[in-house]
């Protein structure tokens, strides 16, 4: 028995890694990875979130998002704005052009994802989806278990 299929994080990192090298270069011309991407997509969804809302949502250790945000604000794809709340935090919207970058690349990002799970069928992608949703979801409400 080979022991490399018998391990879902081998194997979820290896599809993970396919669809990130594909989407990788889709995004070359806009500067950014695909880290950066779902950074733009979570402040498009939840616009005037902080820093370190986004960070928390999206498992980025706050040094790496400090430098996401920094990048993503020198290329005009988001904005800070002092946070009325709190004066020592910013609060981050997506400007034009960013929404420009997600419009343009989504359809792309789904044509590689499709390709890379061109062996399921349309119930199996949706199956899968719904999956690893369900364990997305738990670990991110119970902080997952510890070994």
């Not at 950066?36 to 616009?47: A, H």
């Not at 890379?116 to 278990?145: C, I, M």
Request: hydrophobic share 35%; proline share 3%; charged share 25%.
């Amino acid at each position: 028995m080979k022991k490399w299929n018998q391990s879902y994080g081998f194997l979820l990192g290896k599809v993970l890694q396919q669809m990130e090298s594909q989407f990788a270069e889709g995004l070359i011309p806009f500067k950014i990875n695909a880290r950066q991407y779902g950074v733009l997509l979570f402040i498009q969804g939840n616009p005037y979130s902080s820093q370190k809302i986004i960070s928390e949502n999206l498992q980025i250790d706050r040094t790496t998002m400090v430098s996401h945000i920094d990048h993503l604000e020198t290329l005009g794809f988001v904005e800070r704005t002092k946070n009325p709340n709190d004066r020592r935090s910013y609060s981050l919207v997506i400007t034009e052009k960013g929404k420009d970058v997600l419009n343009s690349r989504w359809e792309f990002l789904n044509n590689v994802e499709l390709e890379v799970l061109a062996p399921l069928n349309a119930n199996e992608r949706q199956l899968l989806k719904d999956l690893l949703v369900k364990v997305w979801s738990h670990y991110r409400k119970t902080g997952g278990s510890r070994l």
